[in-house]
């Protein structure tokens, strides 16, 4: 099984910028590429950006310049750094494996006033 924790979340101005965390745990023996995905209210969970184990990435047209996935030495662990974020960034933002594993964390809220 595998626990995945998010973190980093709030309330922030449009134009600002805030640092999501993502720690994995348990039974985690074939990650290969870990990504950072969303899910506004009424709309689809949607991957916004993803990274793998040689350290390629990837980003959603929607947050391409805006937004950096990165990762520290633990395999496990991984960020994602956004900037200039706007109102329609506001959701839950949650951290898997790419293709995702079938259990989610609760995934932590980034809400983005105008």
């Known amino acids: 099984q595998v626990q995945l924790v998010e973190s980093g979340g709030g309330l922030v101005q449009a134009g600002g910028s805030l640092r999501l965390s993502c720690a994995a745990s348990?039974?985690?023996?074939?990650?290969?590429?870990m990504g950072w995905y969303r899910q506004a209210p009424g709309k689809q969970r949607e991957l916004v950006a993803s990274i793998s184990s040689s350290g390629s990435k990837n980003y959603a047209d929607s947050v391409k310049g805006r937004f950096t996935i990165s990762r520290d030495g633990t395999k496990n662990t991984v960020y994602l750094r956004m900037n200039s974020l706007q109102p329609e960034d506001t959701a839950v933002y949650y951290c898997?494996?790419?293709?995702?594993?079938?259990?989610w964390g609760q995934g932590t809220q980034v809400t983005v006033s105008s």
């Open positions: 898997n494996a790419v293709p995702y594993f079938t259990s």
């Open positions: 348990g039974i985690v023996f074939s990650i290969n590429t």
